[in-house]
């Protein structure tokens, strides 16, 4: 081959031949792997096909959309999908081959179908959360519930996001003066950096779990685009997985974001999260006055009911000496009813005995003596027995106080062989008083002697 | 050593034992007068917690790397 060719010629013969051989235009799917839009208001894409893996790309290729679509498809794309053109997005695209001489092979876009890439979203949604669901932790950090106050706020946010100045603003300017400790963890809100910085944010407060009382993730500015950064496994299962609750308010009207369903609490707006945790407080603060009101009058009813019962002990004591005493008269008055009565059974009796009194009142005289007189009777019955016990007793004691006596007496105290010494007819129990030549007597049982005392001796 | 932080949770759990106790019926009215007396001041400084700035935690949240 003796031909040789310019390049700007090779050029030509290959965008002619790839002309030829796809003249028309394709619907072709591809998945955006970047995108960039310069200042002349053309957008510039990489497109890419990933293997079955989802990590190895197998094909690669550069698209560009021209000014003049791109303002109309960028917000027909929008609109539907609630999602910037981005990377990451599966997207069906119609287009045409161009080959430039200069800038070689490339694809011009001239439509988008949006429906396309909301089904894909949708598609992926339903996996995560079907993926979340089948591990059993979709619901772990709404099972947490709210602690009783919500004053110590971790927030994830972009410091200078819209929604995090009117997040602060809304919190601190709250009207009920309540005051609230927050402390920014900064993430990126949006783009490819989402899930790394959400994550390291996540990750960072867990090391001062103790310190917050919830984590919220806030972002700007109620945007509708970009939601599915939030459709992130990763970053869905970290909040399920966190030991405090998780507040979000990522603004957006149409749908949740996966994110938001897992957390304990969804709103739609910074603001509204905002408001949220004052209500919050308001509530509790209405709930410590219930239960100030609650302590009150329970106090109150104790009290009461100590203070009646005090009252009706005070109300029951002072007719009681008065019952006593009126219980005491009426068995009195029993009493004399009963006496009464039986003076009449007695009238009644004397009134009927036999030998025609003329006047009863002899008759009941000698009714009361022949009453007295039977009782008498009665009684010595009843007394003789006991009496001749009593006799015999006081008899026996009386015998063994004579017997006793008799012993003692001196003739038998002479007839045991005791002698009886007198001196001038006194009776000598000593020797006191005798002396050598004494005349004494000594008396026997049956006669007395006497005696000259010869000498003493003293014992 | 920081004095023991002032905890909320575990006041209010302790104001609604009080009130348990109250309502039961079962707490000795001498000790009554006590038991309202702490119920009180807990709700007092809970309230307090709501509104009031504490420097404490103030410079703990400023600290946070």
């Known amino acids: 081959m003796t031909e040789k060719l310019s390049l700007y010629e090779l050029q030509l013969m290959i965008r002619d031949s790839l002309y030829i051989s796809f003249p028309g235009m394709y619907w072709v799917i591809a998945e955006i792997s970047e995108v960039k839009e310069n200042?002349?208001?053309?957008?510039?894409?990489?497109?890419?096909?990933?293997?079955?893996?989802?990590?190895?790309?197998?094909?690669?290729?550069?698209?560009?959309?021209?000014?003049?679509?791109?303002?109309?498809?960028?917000?027909?794309?929008?609109?539907?999908?609630?999602?910037?053109?981005?990377?990451?997005?599966?997207?069906?695209?119609?287009i045409k081959i161009e080959y430039h001489e200069l800038y070689g092979l490339s694809l011009i876009i001239c439509d988008i179908d949006p429906a396309f890439t909301v089904g894909e979203l949708a598609m992926k949604r339903q996996h995560i959360i079907r993926q979340l669901e089948e591990e059993g932790v979709f619901s772990m950090n709404k099972e947490l519930g709210l602690p009783f106050i919500i004053q110590k706020l971790a927030i994830i946010s972009s410091?200078?996001?819209?929604?995090?100045?009117?997040?602060?603003?809304?919190?601190?300017?709250?009207?009920?003066?309540?005051?609230?400790?927050?402390?920014?963890?900064?993430?990126p809100m949006q783009g490819s950096d989402?899930?790394?910085?959400?994550?390291?944010?996540?990750?960072?407060?867990?090391?001062?779990?103790?310190?917050?009382?919830?984590?919220?993730?806030?972002?700007?500015?109620?945007?509708?685009?970009?939601?599915?950064?939030?459709?992130?496994?990763?970053?869905a299962y970290y909040i399920t997985q966190f030991?405090?609750?998780?507040?979000?308010?990522?603004?957006?009207?149409?749908?949740?974001?996966?994110?938001?369903?897992?957390?304990?609490?969804?709103?739609?707006?910074?603001?509204?999260?905002?408001?949220?945790?004052?209500?919050?407080?308001?509530?509790?603060?209405?709930?410590l006055m219930e239960m100030?009101?609650?302590?009150?009058?329970?106090?109150?009813?104790?009290?009461?009911?100590?203070?009646?019962?005090?009252?009706?002990?005070?109300?029951r004591l002072p007719p009681l000496p008065r019952i006593l005493l009126s219980a005491v008269k009426e068995q009195l008055a029993e009493i004399s009813m009963r006496l009464i009565r039986s003076g009449n059974e007695q009238l009644r009796i004397a009134s009927l005995l036999p030998g025609g009194q003329t006047s009863r009142l002899p008759g009941v005289i000698k009714t009361f003596l022949l009453s007295r007189r039977t009782s008498l009777e009665l009684s010595a019955k009843i007394l003789a027995p006991e009496s001749v016990k009593l006799l015999q007793k006081r008899k026996s004691e009386l015998d063994f106080f004579q017997k006793n006596l008799?012993?003692?007496?001196?003739?038998?105290?002479?007839?045991?062989?005791?002698?009886?010494?007198?001196?001038?007819?006194?009776?000598?129990?000593?020797?006191?008083?005798?002396a050598p030549g004494n005349i004494i007597e000594t008396r026997f049982i049956d006669g007395k002697i006497s005696s000259r005392v010869m000498e003493d001796e003293k014992e | 050593m920081n004095k023991k932080e002032f905890s909320f949770k575990e006041a209010v759990s302790r104001i609604e034992e009080i009130i348990k106790n109250i309502e039961s019926g079962d707490l000795d009215i001498d000790k009554l007068s006590d038991e309202v007396?702490?119920?009180?001041?807990?709700?007092?400084?809970?309230?307090?917690?709501l509104k009031t700035t504490e420097d404490e935690i103030n410079s703990i949240f400023r600290d946070l790397s």
């Open chain 1, 292 to 315: 100030l009101v609650e302590i009150k009058d329970l106090t109150h009813t104790i009290v009461e009911k100590s203070r009646n019962r005090l009252e009706t002990a005070g109300i």
């Open chain 1, 406 to 434: 008799d012993l003692l007496m001196p003739e038998n105290v002479l007839r045991r062989g005791y002698t009886i010494t007198y001196m001038n007819g006194h009776v000598k129990k000593t020797i006191d008083g005798l």
């Open chain 2, 37 to 49: 007396k702490t119920a009180t001041e807990l709700i007092r400084q809970c309230q307090k917690k």
């Open chain 1, 39 to 94: 200042s002349t208001g053309h957008c510039y894409l990489e497109l890419i096909e990933k293997q079955a893996d989802d990590k190895n790309v197998r094909a690669r290729i550069k698209a560009i959309i021209w000014c003049k679509q791109y303002r109309f498809l960028k917000s027909y794309f929008e609109n539907i999908t609630g999602e910037k053109l981005r990377e990451g997005l599966k997207v069906l695209v119609r």
């Open chain 1, 159 to 187: 410091a200078g996001a819209a929604g995090y100045t009117d997040f602060m603003n809304h919190l601190i300017n709250n009207e009920f003066g309540y005051v609230f400790y927050t402390h920014l963890f900064e993430s």
């Open chain 1, 243 to 287: 030991p405090i609750p998780v507040l979000t308010g990522i603004g957006h009207d149409k749908d949740m974001s996966v994110s938001d369903m897992v957390a304990c609490v969804a709103l739609k707006t910074p603001t509204a999260v905002a408001d949220f945790i004052v209500s919050h407080m308001l509530a509790k603060e209405n709930r």
């Open chain 1, 194 to 235: 989402t899930e790394q910085g959400i994550l390291n944010a996540l990750g960072r407060i867990s090391g001062y779990q103790d310190l917050f009382d919830a984590v919220v993730i806030i972002r700007g500015g109620g945007s509708q685009v970009d939601l599915s950064w939030f459709d992130n496994y990763n970053i």
